[in-house]
């Protein structure tokens, strides 16, 4: 079996310059002059996301990449307003080779890579051990059951939550806020947290405008901006 750890990473942001787009789309609401300014621009789209008035941001989409087990990818697609392609265990087949598994983030050995012979491998605990052991006995009788003739998408009632997915994911700016709000709590499940805010982190990076109060409450970081006076 393989083990790796799971990751999120931003494929495309359907504007180059959200601020401007959203400046532009949100004045029209106002019949305001649109702003000359990356500064004003800025302060339109953050007091609109202060006020609430989100609507306006929906114009504006980001496709993410994310490579999760099945269980986080669950409860990821209840959330109805995004878009999904998923990898298929109907049509994939995992008979060939190892299968991937996602490391739980509460594991203390959280090295990736192959593993051909868990037992007695010093660096892995109890439960540990026991985890690795479903894995190893999922995945033999998974390719047990594909030999004997049942297809993969019979064989894979056998398969656990971490087994390893991929998923494509596309959502408007208010939606991501959304799902931020939900998956970055504390009361959140700790594989969701996982993923969830470091690809918030980098949503701030490049979509500051949009997600700077996300980021401070749930990354712990700080925005210096100012607001410019005399701006509505």
């Known amino acids: 079996?393989?083990?790796?750890?799971?990751?999120?990473?931003?494929?495309?942001?359907?504007?180059?310059?959200?601020?401007?787009a959203i400046d532009n789309y949100g004045r029209i609401c106002y019949k305001s002059e649109q702003s000359d300014s990356e500064e004003k621009q800025s302060f339109f789209v953050r007091k609109r996301i202060k006020e609430g008035h989100l609507s306006i941001i929906e114009h504006c989409t980001v496709t993410v990449g994310i490579v999760c087990d099945r269980g986080v990818s669950h409860e990821l697609v209840r959330h109805r307003l995004a878009s999904f392609s998923q990898e298929s265990t109907r049509y994939c087949n995992y008979g060939s080779g190892h299968i991937t598994f996602i490391i739980p983030c509460w594991m203390t050995n959280t090295n990736e890579g192959i593993i051909e012979d868990h037992t007695g491998v010093p660096y892995y605990n109890e439960n540990e051990l026991r985890w690795l052991s479903a894995m190893a006995y999922a995945e033999n009788f998974y390719k047990e059951l594909l030999n004997n003739g049942w297809t993969p998408q019979q064989a894979r009632s056998v398969l656990p939550n971490s087994l390893k997915t991929e998923l494509i994911m596309t959502a408007n700016l208010?939606?991501?806020?959304?799902?931020?709000?939900?998956?970055?709590?504390?009361?959140?499940?700790?594989?969701?947290?996982?993923?969830?805010?470091?690809?918030?982190?980098?949503?701030?990076?490049?979509?500051?405008?949009?997600?700077?109060?996300?980021?401070?409450?749930?990354?712990?970081?700080?925005?210096?901006?100012?607001?410019?006076?005399?701006?509505?």
């Not at 079996?1 to 401007?20: E, F, G, Q």
């Not at 980098?202 to 409450?217: A, E, M, N, R, V």
């Open 174 to 232: 208010r939606e991501w806020r959304h799902i931020f709000e939900l998956r970055c709590a504390k009361t959140a499940h700790p594989q969701m947290r996982e993923i969830m805010i470091p690809l918030l982190c980098s949503f701030f990076t490049i979509l500051p405008d949009f997600f700077h109060d996300l980021y401070i409450q749930f990354c712990g970081g700080t925005d210096e901006r100012k607001e410019p006076n005399g701006l509505a």
């Open 1 to 20: 079996m393989r083990l790796i750890k799971p990751y999120a990473t931003i494929i495309n942001v359907s504007h180059l310059n959200s601020t401007r």
